[in-house]
Antibody
Framework: EVQLVQSGAEVKKPGESLKISCKGS????????IGWVRQMPGKGLEWMGI????????RYSPSFQGQVTISADKSISTAYLQWSSLKASDTAMYYC???????????WGQGTLVTVSS | QSALTQPASVSGSPGQSITISCTGT?????????VSWYQQHPGKAPKLMIY???NRPSGVSNRFSGSKSGNTASLTISGLQAEDEADYYC???????????FGGGTKLTVL
C-alpha cells in the first residue's frame, strides 16, 4: 500500500526556521516525483514545487522560488520542505503528494499544519 | 502562472447530475490531456478522482466522469449523493512552468 506520512503540526515564531518531512512507503521512492502543495486557511490548493527522489532534480513554481527549499533523502525515502525565516503568511496546511504523470498527484500525505505567530 | 477558473459553488439535489467547469488557456488545459480532478472533504487531504481528463483511479465510483473541449475541462457527477458534498479542484500541466496549476476550487452542496 502506497503511503505518504508527514511530520506533525508545528507552531513557530516569525523569523524562525523550519523543516517538515514526508516519508514514502509501499512503492519505489526513487522512481517518482514528490510535490508540495500549500493550502492557506479557507483557501484553495497551490503548487509549490516538486523533487525527483532519484536524483533530487527540483522545480519550483514561480511564486515559491526563493521562498522555500525542497529536498529529499532517498536513503530514508523522505522528502522535505523547509523555510529559513518564517513569516506569518506562511501559516497554512502543507501537503506532500506523489506525482504520477503530467501534473497528477495520485497519493497524498495527511498534511502538516504550520502556524506562524508571535 | 494564473490559476484555472472554476465556479465558486454548484449545488444539486440527491440523484441529480451536476457539472463543474475548469477553464484554462492554450498553454495548459487546451494543449495537454493532463487534467486531473480532486475531491476534498473538510479537514481531509485531497483525493484524486479523475486523471488524464477522463480516467478514474481504481476505487472511484463510475458516477464521476471527466471530459475536455478546447480550453475547458469538466467534471460531471451523476446520481448525486450526500457524501459527494465537498470541495473539488481541477489541475492541469502547464507548459510555462513545466509544473502544474490548480483551479480555485468549487464547493459542491447537495441540497
Amino acid at each position: 500500500e502506497v503511503q505518504l506520512v508527514q511530520s506533525g503540526a508545528e507552531v513557530k515564531k516569525p523569523g524562525e526556521s523550519l523543516k517538515i518531512s514526508c516519508k514514502g512507503s509501499g512503492y519505489s521512492f526513487t522512481n517518482y516525483w514528490i510535490g508540495w502543495v500549500r493550502q492557506m486557511p479557507g483557501k484553495g490548493l497551490e503548487w509549490m514545487g516538486i523533487i525527483y527522489a532519484g536524483d533530487s532534480d527540483t522545480r519550483y513554481s514561480p511564486s515559491f522560488q526563493g521562498q522555500v527549499t525542497i529536498s529529499a533523502d532517498k536513503s530514508i525515502s523522505t522528502a522535505y520542505l523547509q523555510w529559513s525565516s518564517l513569516k506569518a503568511s506562511d501559516t497554512a496546511m502543507y501537503y506532500c503528494a506523489r506525482r504520477s504523470v503530467g501534473s497528477t498527484f495520485d497519493y497524498w500525505g495527511q498534511g502538516t499544519l504550520v502556524t506562524v505567530s508571535s | 502562472q494564473s490559476a484555472l477558473t472554476q465556479p465558486a459553488s454548484v449545488s444539486g439535489s440527491p440523484g441529480q447530475s451536476i457539472t463543474i467547469s475548469c477553464t484554462g488557456t492554450s498553454s495548459d488545459v487546451g494543449v495537454y490531456n493532463y487534467v486531473s480532478w480532486y475531491q476534498q472533504h473538510p479537514g481531509k487531504a485531497p483525493k484524486l478522482m479523475i486523471y488524464d481528463v477522463s480516467n478514474r483511479p481504481s476505487g472511484v465510483s463510475n458516477r464521476f466522469s471527466g471530459s475536455k473541449s478546447g480550453n475547458t475541462a469538466s467534471l460531471t457527477i451523476s446520481g448525486l449523493q450526500a457524501e459527494d458534498e465537498a470541495d473539488y479542484y481541477c489541475s492541469s500541466y502547464a507548459s510555462s512552468t513545466t509544473l502544474g496549476v490548480f483551479g480555485g476550487g468549487t464547493k459542491l452542496t447537495v441540497l
